[in-house]
């Protein structure tokens, strides 16, 4: 599977869920929250901006917000909501794309640099935040933490979350930290069709999980030192219980 034809017309569609999911105000408005707080005035790049389900309500708090996006449909379907003025966007890989200007802040959210399948390809994504920051300019990464305490020997699966109508299960490849989460939909139906009559829908993405010291260790090739890690948005500690973190670098000043 290649980024450009997972996330096609038909996702970039469907991407958007106003009011719910990861566009729940709970989920969304604390990110808005410590992202403009981080960017303290200037301004902010965001890799694989998407839909600008971020970025939109941050350049909203008056934070120039400019976005690297693979996807020309989630591109398109930002455009929508607002124009290449209010937000331009470049159209290319977050590890090599280039923005014009020097920013204060870089930020990559909601997993997105495991979409990157290889150690090289994160490590320059990394290295790609560096040389769009001044001196002491900050680079944020929200990742989830792999669950593999919960996949005893012999098991290549976990099932994340279930509710009726969903279910989301990932497949693990440990050899090469490869992932794929698995996200059906489905109605009240015995079986599963495709079709006009479609009664459920498989949307597969491929990812390789970083352990958070690994993330580290990227870091500081690209010559970041961690600042800070957080269990989330709000500041709530990290443990060892953590499901995911927030965490923020930044080049010496």
Not at 17 to 30: I, K, N, R, W, Y
């Amino acid at each position: 599977m290649e980024q450009d034809d997972l996330w096609d017309e038909d996702t970039a569609r469907r991407y958007d869920t106003p009011g719910t999911g990861m566009f729940a105000p709970e989920v969304l408005d604390p990110a808005v929250d410590r992202l403009a707080a981080l960017a303290d005035g200037g301004p902010a790049l965001e890799f694989a901006i998407g839909t600008g389900r971020v970025a939109v309500p941050l350049a909203a708090r008056g934070v120039p917000v400019t976005g690297i996006e693979l996807s020309a449909p989630m591109v398109g379907q930002l455009r929508t909501k607002a124009d290449a003025t209010a937000l331009p966007v470049i159209v290319g890989d977050m590890t090599t794309a280039r923005a014009p200007g020097e920013y204060r802040l870089v930020y990559v959210v909601y997993n997105s640099i495991s979409n990157l399948l290889t150690q090289d390809a994160q490590i320059d994504c990394f290295r790609n935040a560096a040389r769009h920051l001044g001196p002491g300019g900050r680079f944020v990464v929200e990742l989830w933490v792999p669950e593999l305490r919960s996949l005893p020997p012999g098991r290549e699966a976990t099932v994340w979350h279930t509710e009726p109508g969903y279910l989301g299960l990932d497949t693990y490849d440990v050899l090469r930290q490869h992932v794929v989460s698995h996200h059906v939909r489905y109605d009240a139906g015995t079986s599963a069709r495709t079709g006009r009559d479609e009664r459920a829908t498989l949307h597969l993405s491929p990812h390789r999980y970083i352990w958070p010291a690994e993330l580290d260790l990227m870091a500081r090739l690209a010559g970041f030192a961690r600042e800070s890690r957080h269990a989330d948005w709000t500041g709530t500690p990290f443990t060892a219980e953590s499901g995911s973190h927030v965490s923020v670098y930044r080049l010496p000043v």
